[in-house]
């Protein structure tokens, strides 16, 4: 691991336990919008037009344009193996998956991290969707849908017209991603 990666890695660890404990200001902004504020993001556009005009690849190295998803409700995860709250949030991922996949739902996790580690892990716990592989710039990405923090985990939530509906910071499980998702398909 670079310095450089370490560095952010602790960073975005202290930023998620300063946002989970409520003291992180950008966490009050992120919360208010996830809360029903969408339409004060100024940037939302831009925001889903760069989701939609990347491409990443998945472990095995084979690009994966995220538009190939466009028409379905997406819930875009960004992730690392070495994230201990990533790690607790993705079995209610595989299990919202199996539920509502062939209503039009897809999960797409974003890792930042090394292919081996991803794949390794993602059958470990049964990952049943897309996982795409990044290095750190991919940050760049979620920074555009308001992840000023560089935090880990970080979820942002698609309706089927790729308009950003919900994004969050920290964990999403069942009880709290579960209505939102039923109210877009």
Same mark, same amino acid.
């Given at each position: ?5 370490r560095r ?7 930023g998620l336990?300063?946002?989970?404990a ?6 009050? %902004? ?6 029903g ?5 100024q !940037?939302?556009?831009?925001?889903s037009?760069? =989701?939609?005009g ?11 344009? =995220? ?5 379905? %409700?997406? %819930?875009?995860n ?15 991922f ?6 509502? !996949?062939?209503? !039009? ?6 890792a ?6 991803v794949s ?5 716990? !049964?990952?049943?969707?897309?996982l795409?592989?990044g290095?750190? &710039? ?6 555009k849908?308001g992840?000023?923090?560089d935090?880990?985990?970080y979820? %942002?939530?698609?309706?089927? &017209?790729g308009?950003?509906?919900a ?5 999403y499980?069942?009880a709290?991603? &579960?209505?939102?998702?039923?109210k877009?398909l």
């Amino acid at each position: 691991m670079t310095t450089s990666f370490r560095r952010r890695a602790v960073l975005a660890t202290a930023g998620l336990a300063a946002a989970g404990a409520g003291m992180a200001g950008g966490w009050f %902004v992120l919360r208010r919008w996830r809360d029903g504020a969408a339409g004060d993001f100024q !940037g939302m556009a831009e925001a889903s037009a760069a =989701f939609f005009g990347t491409t990443l690849p998945d472990p095995a190295g084979t690009p994966q344009p =995220f538009a190939q998803w466009k028409g379905q %409700v997406i %819930v875009a995860n960004f992730w690392a193996t070495w994230c201990v709250p990533c790690r607790e949030e993705m079995p209610h991922f595989v299990k919202m998956q199996d539920r509502y !996949g062939k209503q !039009g739902l897809t999960f797409v996790g974003i890792a930042i991290d090394r292919p081996e580690r991803v794949s390794r892990f993602a059958a470990e716990i !049964g990952v049943n969707y897309p996982l795409l592989v990044g290095d750190m &710039s991919v940050f760049e990405l979620a920074r555009k849908a308001g992840n000023l923090g560089d935090l880990l985990p970080y979820t %942002v939530v698609f309706d089927r &017209s790729g308009k950003i509906v919900a994004r969050r910071a920290g964990i999403y499980t069942e009880a709290s991603l &579960s209505p939102i998702i039923e109210k877009l398909l």
